[in-house]
C-alpha cells in the first residue's frame, strides 16, 4: 500500500476554509484515495472518496490533480465541531480478498472562535 | 448511530489476564476489522474476518485472536495482557470489499 504524507498539524478559524493536503507518491494505478475523520474516543469515520480530478459530498471535497501524487482535502467554512483528526489512505477498493486500512498519525485540525 | 455497536466501552484488566472484546455490525456487513490504537497514534491493523474465515492479519502476535459469527457480531481475544496492550480498539465493518468502513466507538482496555 501506497505510503501517505500528511501534515502533524493544522490552525484555522470558525467560518475559514481549510485544506489539508496529503502527498502519496507511489500510488498505484488502481488506487483510490480516501479520508476518514476521528474525534476523541470515537472510531474513524468516512468523509470522502475518490480516484482523479475533483469529488464532493455534502461534507468536503477532494481534489486530486492529474498526476494523483498528491490530494487535498478541504473542508468549507468549517466549524468548531470540526476539530478532529483526519487520514489520509490510499488503496485498491476493488482489488479481491483481504483489504487493510493502513493509518498514518493524521492531521490535527484545531478549529477556534 | 454509526451501526456497529462495541462492548464494553471501558474495561480495566490485570496484566497476565485474559479479555474478549465483542463488535455487533449492521445487517449484510460480512467483513469486519479490528484495529488497535494507542494514544497519539493512528488505528494500526490487527485481523481481519470475511464470512467467518480470517483473511489477512497484521503483525500482531497469536495471544490476540477472534471469532466472527454468522450474525454479524465478532469478537476480539487477547490473551496473557501486556501493559502495551492498553488502547482503543476498534471494530470496524464493511459489505464486501471497499473502502467505506463503519467504525464502531471502540473499547477502551486499560492493562494495570
Known amino acids: 500500500l501506497a505510503k501517505t504524507t500528511q501534515p502533524i498539524s493544522m490552525d484555522s478559524y470558525e467560518g475559514q476554509e481549510v485544506n489539508i493536503t496529503c502527498s502519496h507518491n507511489n500510488i498505484a494505478t488502481n488506487d483510490y484515495i480516501t479520508w476518514y475523520q476521528q474525534f476523541p474516543s470515537q472510531g474513524p469515520r468516512f468523509i470522502i472518496q475518490g480516484y482523479k480530478t475533483k469529488v464532493t459530498n455534502e461534507v468536503a471535497s477532494l481534489f486530486i490533480p492529474a498526476d494523483r501524487k498528491s490530494s487535498t482535502l478541504s473542508l468549507p467554512r468549517v466549524s468548531l465541531s470540526d476539530t478532529a483528526v483526519y487520514y489520509c489512505l490510499v488503496g485498491d477498493i476493488n482489488r479481491a480478498g483481504f483489504q487493510k486500512l493502513v493509518f498514518g498519525t493524521g492531521t490535527r485540525l484545531l478549529v477556534s472562535p | 448511530e454509526t451501526g456497529v455497536t462495541q462492548s464494553p466501552t471501558h474495561l480495566i484488566k490485570t496484566r497476565g489476564q485474559q479479555v474478549t472484546l465483542r463488535c455487533s455490525s449492521q445487517?449484510?456487513?460480512?467483513?469486519v476489522s479490528w484495529y488497535q490504537q494507542a494514544l497519539g497514534q493512528g488505528p494500526q491493523f490487527i485481523f481481519q474476518y470475511y464470512r467467518e474465515e480470517e483473511n489477512g492479519r497484521g503483525n500482531f502476535p497469536p495471544r490476540f485472536s477472534g471469532l466472527q459469527f454468522p450474525n454479524y457480531s465478532s469478537e476480539l481475544n487477547v490473551n496473557a495482557l501486556e501493559l502495551d496492550d492498553s488502547a482503543l480498539y476498534l471494530c470496524?465493518?464493511?459489505?464486501?470489499?471497499?473502502?467505506?468502513?463503519?467504525f464502531g466507538s471502540g473499547t477502551r482496555l486499560t492493562v494495570v
Open positions: 445487517s449484510g456487513h460480512n467483513t
Open positions: 470496524a465493518s464493511s459489505v464486501g470489499q471497499d473502502y467505506g468502513y463503519t
